[in-house]
């Protein structure tokens, strides 16, 4: 799988698992560390905790696996680094409160079935 790829499987695994807000952001252009953000809201901690699980179960099996995870319970933040593809799972307060749409909003967002904030 590309990154692209990737970003679109991981979106569908978060769908999978009811997250809300699923966001891919194209941030090749700007930034040199990676490809895509993939940024989503989850209701409680227990389903953060479930997103990151689906994502990391389901991507072990396409033969992707995660280089890091920051973020512990409680944190109301999950980051996962798949190397050109970052995915952010926030709770609805972190979410707010970092912004990250906003920070990068001169990138392009990826258009895909789950883009609920377009």
Known sequence: M????????????LNEKKARDIVILDISETSGFADYFVITTAGSQRQMKALS?????QLAEADT???HIEGKSGSGWILMDYGDVIVNIFTEEQRQHYQIEKIWNDCPVVDHPFNDLI
Request: net charge negative; glycine share 0%; no cysteine.
């Open 2 to 13: 590309n990154n692209k790829e990737i970003a679109l499987f991981i979106a569908n695994a």
């Open 53 to 57: 699980d689906e994502v990391e179960d």
């Open 65 to 67: 696996l995660v280089r």
